[in-house]
């Protein structure tokens, strides 16, 4: 971290402020969210050498039950003793960054707000794994910070029905008073397959000659061989293909009785030429619309490297075309990528704006783990329009950033505006949300109020949560907190120095993976051993 500049310097950033449209990684909540717009879960099959086994977590907190009609509680006003502000930092590329105003006597209250859409996206972290096992380091541009932290579940309580519990907790981060402070959501657990309402899905299988490659075509064929037999007879099944144009294989059918006629389906992909995921998508909702069931969660599933080089590629216009279905149908899309060379940023965009969410695969170990703990959670939901917002409390602190979800900011206004695109959540998820926290010297007392709004799945109706985090909390240094602290702490990071940031109290690499290794020796499991060697690779590809 630079040393704060002097307040002549924050005066001049003042009166600069309102040229700069675009959002800065320090910053007032109100300078971040108005640059935020409009912003946004399915299935993946995966290669099973055995069943599927285990479950969820199906521990349990009790959820408040009244929905909140005010805003979320603003922060309190300024104290009259707190000491003057430092002016805004300035980071490495020489450019001042906006940091929240403390030296005010009456802050407008959005300035310390900070409010997105949730994101359950994983894709970012497991294609940089894949990038750094074949050598290579990641794009910085394609680290999505809240996508590594999100990739590691969290034993957060959990609510009963649909709907999130939310918990809060931080720790010391480095010198200069900064601290992390963690918001922990989660949906309840999945029910049994059993009891979830039946299902269809229309897969939309990229069959260009860039899937020839190993670990492409061949492990979504397997995978959704696979699927197949575990799918209930009364879920149904729709088939699209694309490559220079595109094609229904199979319309929605019921899977019972129809088995082996979706194998065959299956069985005869082939990979062709070109990649026209325009053409596929389009085709895809547009079977999905054509054969979508009342009652039954209805999904688009993409199945693709992304590497779009024929017809539309551009994701806003493609998702355009197919707008009605998602508004009208409720059509969610779910991205799952494959390929050593990956369409990451395009991928990531059609899931966001086709309110769905990405994950990557790039072994049968990986589809098996997709589709075996995740198959339940991305059948049904548990939430619609899922937005958080953060209140900080000025007297207590001086600066705030948010580690990841650059492009799921939404105006601070537009928490409770349920016409403006948030998340959608499947059941037995964990949503992390990781600030860096610069409080006062000496500050005590209330640091935030975190709250997570959301809409029934079923009703539409509008429901709110919250909680209180204070500032002793924090005491704790982050590397002698809680496990899960520290694995999320590891995983921003971890992220961090693969974007070239300067987040505080930032360890080495080599650092990094012994903290990971004992996160693993300490019942953390084998995704965290995997962090740890994932660290090491991009540690000796940085020398």
């Known amino acids: 971290m630079r040393p704060d500049s002097d307040h002549r310097a924050e005066d001049r950033d003042r009166t600069r402020a309102p040229a700069r449209a675009r959002r800065r990684p320090w910053t007032r909540g109100r300078g971040r969210a108005r640059a935020a717009g409009l912003l946004a879960a399915a299935l993946v099959g995966g290669l099973l050498v055995t069943g599927c086994g285990g479950g969820s977590d199906d521990s349990s907190a009790e959820r408040g039950k009244a929905q909140r009609t005010g805003p979320l509680p603003a922060p309190a006003p300024a104290r009259p003793s707190a000491p003057a502000t430092p002016a805004p930092g300035t980071e490495a590329d020489g450019e001042q960054r906006d940091i929240a105003p403390t030296d005010t006597p009456s802050p407008t209250p959005a300035d310390y707000l900070s409010t997105f859409a949730l994101d359950v996206d994983t894709a970012s972290y497991g294609y940089a794994r894949r990038t750094l096992a074949d ?48 918001v922990g959501l989660a949906t309840g657990s999945a029910a049994p397959a059993s009891e979830r309402p039946p299902a269809a899905l229309t897969f939309v299988i990229d069959v260009s000659g860039s899937m020839a490659e190993p670990g492409r075509l061949d492990l979504v064929k397997q995978s959704l061989g696979v699927m197949t037999d575990q799918l209930r007879s009364d879920d149904s099944l729709a088939l699209v293909t694309f490559s220079d144009t595109a094609e229904t294989v199979l319309p929605m059918t019921r899977v019972g009785g129809a088995r082996g006629r979706v194998h065959d389906a299956i069985d005869s992909l082939e990979p062709m030429s070109s990649t026209n995921l325009d053409a596929g998508v389009r085709t895809g909702y547009d079977t999905a619309v054509e054969g979508a069931r009342p009652g039954a969660t209805n999904r688009v599933v993409l199945l693709s490297d992304a590497l779009a080089n024929t017809g539309e590629t551009d994701a806003d216009a493609i998702l ?28 990531e965009r059609l899931a966001d704006k086709g309110d769905g969410h990405t994950t990557y695969v790039s072994t049968p170990e990986e589809a ?25 409390d000025p007297g207590t602190v001086q600066r705030f950033r948010l580690i990841g979800y650059d492009d799921r900011q939404v105006a601070d206004d537009d928490y409770r505006n349920d016409r403006v695109d948030g998340g959608e959540v499947g059941p037995g998820h964990t949503v992390t949300a990781l600030y860096a926290v610069r409080l006062r010297p000496g500050a005590s007392g209330h640091v935030a109020t975190a709250g997570v709004r959301w809409l029934d799945p079923d009703t539409r109706a509008p429901h709110e949560e919250t909680t209180q985090i204070e500032a002793s909390a924090l005491d704790t240094d982050v590397w002698r907190s809680s496990p899960g602290l520290q694995l999320t702490a590891t995983a921003a990071y971890f992220a961090d120095s693969l974007r070239q940031g300067a987040l505080p109290g930032a360890p080495t690499l080599p650092q990094l993976a012994s903290h990971a290794d004992k996160l693993a020796r300490s019942a953390e499991g084998k995704d965290v051993r995997q962090l740890a060697e994932a660290i090491r690779r991009a540690d000796e590809l940085q020398i």
């Open 135 to 182: 050598g290579r380091l990641p794009d910085p541009k394609a680290v999505r910070p809240e996508e590594f932290i999100n990739s590691f579940r969290q034993n957060y309580p959990r609510p009963e029905g649909n709907g999130f519990s939310v918990t809060a907790d931080g720790a010391r981060a480095g010198g200069e008073g900064w601290s992390f402070l963690r």
């Open 320 to 347: 355009d075309r197919i707008s009605d279905a998602r508004r009208e149908h409720g059509i969610t899309l779910f991205g799952v990528g494959v390929g050593s060379e990956y369409g990451d940023a395009l991928m």
């Open 368 to 392: 098996r783990k997709v589709f075996c703990d995740e198959l339940p959670q991305n059948i049904e939901l548990r939430a619609r329009e899922a937005k958080a917002q953060v209140a900080f």
